[in-house]
């Protein structure tokens, strides 16, 4: 299983993300330009040193990373605030790229036309998003659980 950020903006996010893949076992997708010199000493602060431990690829463009997908084929999975289908009805797969957007935009809609699921984390009325970071770790920890242990 994977983990793709598309453009993300924070990069204390992004390290925190790269952690939980490293501890988890997925791999990680960064799908640039990010909203941070890819440097930045916050990216390793939230990383710490398990950055080394995640099979980490950056894509310099959404084209590149789609480009990637033939050699690694896989199902697209969209989390968005615009989707129906709740995260803990759908049925993981160990090949999906779980797809997380930009934390001040989401993604544009090609991403959405692309996208082979979308998928939503229920949320109160009047809450437009959890932080990334969180909700990364609540739609991987249930792909974990439906998969068994990575």
Known sequence: ?????????????????LRLCACL???????????????????RRAGMDYLEAVSLTRHVSWEAFLASREARPGRIV??????AEPYLTHEFRDDDILL?????AG?????????D??????????????NI?????MVAGEAVRQRGAT
Do not use: K
Request: charged share 15%; proline share 8%.
């Open 1 to 17: 299983m994977r983990i793709a950020l598309y453009q993300p903006d924070i990069a204390q996010n992004t390290g925190t993300i």
């Open 117 to 130: 699921v979308r998928l939503l984390i229920p949320m109160q009325n009047g809450m437009r998003s959890l």
């Open 25 to 43: 076992g997925f791999a990680a997708d960064i799908i640039e330009p990010t909203g941070f010199p890819w440097s930045e000493p916050a990216l």
């Open 100 to 104: 997380f957007g930009r934390e001040s």
């Open 78 to 83: 969209l989390m968005t605030t615009r989707a």
């Open 133 to 137: 970071a969180m909700a990364a770790a």
């Open 107 to 115: 993604v544009p809609d090609e991403v959405h036309a692309v996208a």
